[in-house]
């Protein structure tokens, strides 16, 4: 009897700790709409705030410019999910996240005009070769910056560079300088006359 009475207990105690913790990871401390809103408002305040500290913040030309952004992931991570840690909560806020961007994502591809207002302008930091110092200062740039950039692309120096563009996105676009007729007829010549050096010394061997 007592046994029985024991595994019974037992038994109990199993059922009622597998229920709790169901109930922990499934059960919401917040309302469903609380839960929806939440990432909603954090979204749109986000943006805002990319918007108005420019470009070089998703370019993350340094270490401070990463950290930022990932203190601010863990910042705003509590504005997001409130008191609730549950399972059910952090998907209905991750369902509520993809569903806001889907939606201002086609919203913007419907209306270009406003896209481009929300996105913003490219910033031309390098036209026609040269360095566009008020640009630079704009996007809180320094050359040192830029030349990091420059090596990134593959260029050895900012005067290799025809244009440099950062994009609304913190991308990045360079593009090398054509050589003129004349470096290239030079080219081509030094080319030559390297290649009649190494003939005629074959040919003396």
Do not use: W
Not at 93 to 117: E, P
Not at 197 to 204: M, T
């Amino acid at each position: 009897m007592s046994a029985n009475g024991t595994d019974l207990s037992e038994v109990e105690e199993r059922t009622l700790t597998s229920m709790a913790l169901t109930h922990e990871m499934f059960a919401l401390s917040l309302p469903i709409l609380e839960k929806i809103l939440r990432p909603i408002v954090v979204y749109a305040f986000l943006v805002f705030l990319l918007r108005v500290f420019g470009k070089r913040e998703l370019a993350q030309l340094n270490p401070f410019d990463l950290v930022v952004l990932l203190s601010l992931s863990n910042t705003v991570q509590n504005a997001i999910i409130g008191n609730d840690n549950s399972v059910t909560g952090g998907l209905i806020g991750a369902f509520s996240l993809l569903c806001t961007n889907y939606l201002v994502v086609r919203f913007l591809f419907k209306h270009r005009r406003i896209d481009q207002i929300l996105e913003g302008s490219p910033t031309i930091l390098i036209k026609d070769g040269k360095i566009c110092r008020d640009a630079l200062a704009k996007e809180l740039l320094t050359e040192s910056e830029l030349l990091t950039v420059c090596h990134r692309q593959g260029f050895a120096d900012a005067d290799e560079v025809q244009t440099a563009v950062l994009e609304p996105g913190g991308i990045f676009f360079l593009k090398g300088k054509t050589p003129s007729e004349e470096d290239s007829f030079r080219k081509d010549v030094l080319t030559r006359l390297d290649g009649l050096s190494r003939q005629l010394d074959h040919l003396a061997k």
